[in-house]
């Protein structure tokens, strides 16, 4: 499988931003959809946004209009870009990626999460 690489968590106040990103270690790969879910403690993981290869994106309601994802191809990296943050937001942040990768002898299918990155919104 492949492994991933998040940052950008930490600790906010309400109404401030933070920024996540996510790639995978390695050089060559085929993405499908890329995405961000959110979990907190006694809860299942739930979606937050995706992009798709076309650049089409999906976002769950609570998060419409201050959430945005967004990918940078050249750096084989997907971002949230978190605004206007709220204390419900609150969780630890997974990305999740599907595609291919170049094995060295041909192309192999992944589906990863990323390791969680912990977001506190707090005054």
């Known amino acids: 499988q492949v492994q991933l690489v998040e940052s950008g968590g930490g600790l906010v106040q309400p109404g401030g931003s933070l920024r996540l990103s996510c790639a995978p270690v390695?050089?060559?790969?085929?993405?499908?959809?890329r995405g961000w879910y959110r979990q907190t403690p006694g809860n299942q993981r739930e979606l937050v946004a995706t992009i798709s290869n076309d650049g089409s994106t999906n976002y769950a309601d609570p998060v419409k209009g201050r959430f945005t994802i967004s990918r940078d191809n050249a750096r084989n990296t997907v971002y949230l870009q978190m605004d206007t943050l709220k204390p419900e937001d609150t969780g630890a942040y997974y990305c999740?990626?599907?595609?291919?990768?170049?094995?060295?002898?041909?192309?192999?299918?992944?589906?990863?999460w990323g390791q969680g990155t912990q977001v506190t919104v707090s005054s």
């Open positions: 390695g050089r060559s790969f085929m993405f499908g959809v």
């Open positions: 999740n990626l599907k595609g291919r990768f170049w094995s060295g002898s041909g192309w192999l299918q992944f589906d990863s």
